[in-house]
């Protein structure tokens, strides 16, 4: 494969890192295109293999992050599925601000699903916000974890292909 070839791998690569914030799937991306590789014969197949089962491992972890931190700041069951719903609806409702606008809304979405559910099942203000918190919290560590995980496949894949 040509040097050219690789790098615009590795750059379309870079930036399925950079959208795993706005809660797209760039790690899945990084994925396709690892598998892409070793169908054309650049990667070994177990590279590939190996980084399919990191990614689904990260995914894993990515909810039992958000469900874990929001038991320990009390949320429930239906908080947790509350953060996931609002943290959608806050990424396509979006601020009119270019990128960062769907981020902040994600996570304030996240914020107001698991808060709003909390409310409806206690009735108490103080424990919905800090239900929110916890869960706002654990998508920022879920975020971080699939962008390490992300950038260390990356690593990985250019480190293959260099040698």
Do not use: D, H, Q
Not at 84 to 89: D, E, N, P, W, Y
């Amino acid at each position: 494969m040509s040097v050219w070839i690789s790098t615009l791998v590795l750059f379309g690569m870079l930036m399925g890192v950079l959208i795993i914030p706005l809660g797209l799937p760039g790690l899945w991306l990084i994925v396709v295109a690892t598998l892409g590789l070793a169908l054309a014969g650049e990667l070994p197949w177990s590279l590939g293999l190996l980084v399919s089962a990191v990614a689904l491992l990260a995914e894993a972890a990515e909810f039992l992050v958000v469900a874990r931190f929001g038991r320990a700041y009390g949320g429930s069951t239906r908080a947790f599925w509350g953060a996931v719903v609002g943290g959608f609806v806050g990424l396509f409702v979006g601020l009119p601000i270019p990128v960062l606008g769907s981020v902040v809304t994600a996570f304030l979405g996240t914020f107001l699903g698991a808060g709003i559910v909390t409310l409806f099942e206690t009735r108490s203000l103080g424990r919905s916000a800090r239900v929110g918190w916890g869960v706002v919290l654990a998508r920022t560590a879920a975020v971080a974890l699939k962008v390490a995980v992300s950038i260390a496949v990356v690593a990985a894949v250019a480190v293959s292909l260099l040698f």
